[in-house]
């Protein structure tokens, strides 16, 4: 089969003819129909996840069940499916035994450290599937598995009462679906980003955000503006960090509330820096978040599909993967990146 398979480190994407993989008994092969690019399958390629060479990239993938491993139930020929990001866990640690695989001490990831989908075929893990509704198209729940699970499952983690308010910081790739998603839950919602261009695009949808905040605008004004869906305390009640930009983490302290709630989506290389003024006086709670579990993606992809909601995707051809890195790398993409297969 064809594949963008990763065969030394920092090397340019290419297309390669590799065997076509078999399921185990707990897995089904997907014919992939769709595989997103992620700020990550960069971090795989430059080895940051000690990736064992040679690998497929991407951990997005959508497509149609081709074969069923003996063991799988629930699943058959012809589904259509997404994968979340996990090609297997240990099943023995703590969080294995307690139904939270996707904290699993020792996991592989697909396209991070095991195979992933820019590739005509995928083994799947038959527990990290999730069934797509017939008029979901393959190229909006490809990135969904990721993007979309992420900023879903932080929302999730936030733990706001529905009516409450909640700042996506970062309208890119996970930000423009949070604002939807955030909406179609029931909160009230601020879209915060550095470019006005990205905050126009989400104004512009069915679901948009109840306030747009530029974040290089005084703080002041920012605040007055929150005021319009602010509760008893200034500020909202939690801020989703949908962004790896320094500056962003002091930006959301400071638009959160007393007593409010910070959930990590973002990578930043050089890590977090806060000051102490804007959390420890403000009782402000940080929570890390990884994505959703298969039951909460599940959900999403209900909601998704119910309220009808946006993803803005370019796609590419598997042989363009290189041409989409570089125009990700140049910083002129916006929204999500996806390889359809023909």
Not at 33 to 47: E, I, P, Q, S, V
Request: glycine share 10%; net charge negative; aromatic share 8%.
């Amino acid at each position: 089969m064809r594949a963008v398979q990763i065969q030394q480190y920092n090397e340019s994407y290419h297309v390669s003819e590799v065997p076509t993989p078999s399921p185990a008994p707990h897995q089904v092969l997907v014919r992939i129909k769709a595989a997103g690019f992620c700020h990550t399958d960069l971090m795989a390629l430059n080895n940051e996840f000690n990736t064992k060479l040679p690998f497929i990239g991407s951990h997005e993938p959508a497509g149609i069940i081709e074969e069923v491993g003996s063991a799988v139930r629930g699943f058959r020929k012809g589904d259509r499916v997404g994968c979340i990001n996990f090609d297997s866990v240990c099943g023995k640690c703590p969080d294995c035994k307690s139904g939270l695989p996707i904290y699993c001490d020792a996991p592989f990831m697909k396209g991070i450290t095991a195979d992933g989908a820019w590739a005509e075929y995928m083994n799947a893990d038959a527990q990290f599937l999730v069934k797509l509704p017939d008029q979901m198209e393959f190229k909006v729940a490809a990135p969904l598995m990721c993007a979309g699970i992420s900023i879903y499952g932080g929302i999730v983690r936030a733990g706001v009462p529905k009516g409450g308010s909640i700042g996506i910081v970062g309208i890119g790739g996970l930000g423009h679906i949070g604002t939807q998603v955030a909406k179609c839950m029931g909160y009230k919602v601020a879209a915060i980003d550095v470019k006005q261009s990205a905050l126009d695009a989400v104004a512009s949808y069915q679901h948009a955000p109840d306030v747009l905040i530029l974040s290089t605008d005084p703080i002041e004004s920012s605040h007055e503006r929150l005021n319009a869906i602010s509760g008893p305390y200034p500020g909202l009640d939690a801020t989703i960090l949908a962004t790896d930009h320094p500056a962003a983490f002091e930006l959301a302290a400071a638009l959160t509330r007393k007593h409010g709630t910070m959930v990590l989506l973002g990578q930043p290389e050089q890590g977090i820096t806060m000051s102490y003024q804007t959390t420890i006086y403000k009782d402000i709670k940080l929570v890390g978040s990884l994505v959703a579990d298969t039951v909460q993606a599940q959900e999403f992809i209900q909601l998704f599909s119910d309220n009808n909601l946006h993803v803005q995707v370019k796609q590419w051809k598997l042989e363009e993967a290189e041409q989409m890195k570089q125009e990700y790398l140049a910083g002129r993409s916006n929204g999500k990146n996806v390889i359809v297969m023909e």
